[in-house]
């Protein structure tokens, strides 16, 4: 039984998440600088201007590239960088049609510890640490994936009652919480930024001043003595 998925805020293209592993891979590709309900509505578009109700790995991979990209280009657009984009999803299908037969599920299936899965994920095209261990938490809190371990391997993004990434939106509720969440990040980063900034500015303001003095200082003369 497919998993209840609201990724996307679309009943279609949830419905896809759901059932369709390679969807859900590449969900979470294109979640990457754009809101995560229109990275996660990307591959039922993707399925859709292809004519699909699925996506297939192989046929992906074959596609022209120019073709490929063209067809995320579309109004409205898969993504802020549509062609970028193309190029990885492409990749990312010829990684599973090399390497697991085109099975995107085989990359988890059957895994025996969270170690291993994330390992796994982080050896997909696109998939750096922090990615991988967000769709390990996604893949254990909402598709029932959980080999010995799968909070550990997650990190932070694997805690029970957080909110803190596409692992955690069951709706939209929770969707405005792992948003916030990620404004407050945001926010504190910009705010140890600008401090940072400040502090540099002030030091070499400092070391002038203090420069400055020495140097009126050494321009001062002992005046001439009075002659008798």
Avoid at 112 to 119: F, N, P
Avoid at 180 to 209: F, I, N
Wanted: proline share 7%; glycine share 10%.
């Amino acid at each position: 039984m497919s998993p209840e998925i609201h990724l996307a805020q679309q009943p279609d293209a949830d419905a896809l998440l759901g059932r369709s592993p390679l969807a859900a891979l590449v969900g979470m590709l294109l979640d990457q600088q754009v809101p995560m309900e229109w990275a996660f509505s990307g591959p039922f578009t993707v399925a859709r201007r292809l004519g699909r109700h699925d996506l297939d790995a192989g046929e992906i991979a074959a596609q022209d590239p120019e073709t490929f990209a063209a067809l995320l280009s579309e109004k409205p657009a898969v993504h802020r960088y549509p062609g970028s984009m193309a190029q990885r999803i492409q990749q990312l299908c010829r990684f599973l049609v090399e390497e697991y037969g085109g099975d995107a599920e085989a990359v988890w299936r059957g895994v025996a510890t969270g170690s291993e899965l994330l390992a796994r994920l982080e050896a997909l095209p696109g998939f750096g640490k922090q990615k991988a261990q967000i769709f390990l938490a996604l893949l254990g809190k909402q598709y029932g994936v959980r080999p010995d371990g799968w909070r550990e391997a997650a990190g932070a993004y694997g805690e029970a009652g957080a909110f803190r990434s596409a692992a955690d939106i069951t709706g939209p509720e929770s969707l405005a919480k792992v948003r916030a969440h990620k404004q407050e990040l945001k926010a504190a980063a910009k705010a140890a930024k600008t401090a940072k900034t400040a502090k540099a500015t002030k030091a070499p303001g400092a070391t002038g001043t203090a420069k400055s003095a020495r140097s009126a200082t050494s321009k001062k003369t002992t005046p001439p003595a009075k002659k008798p």
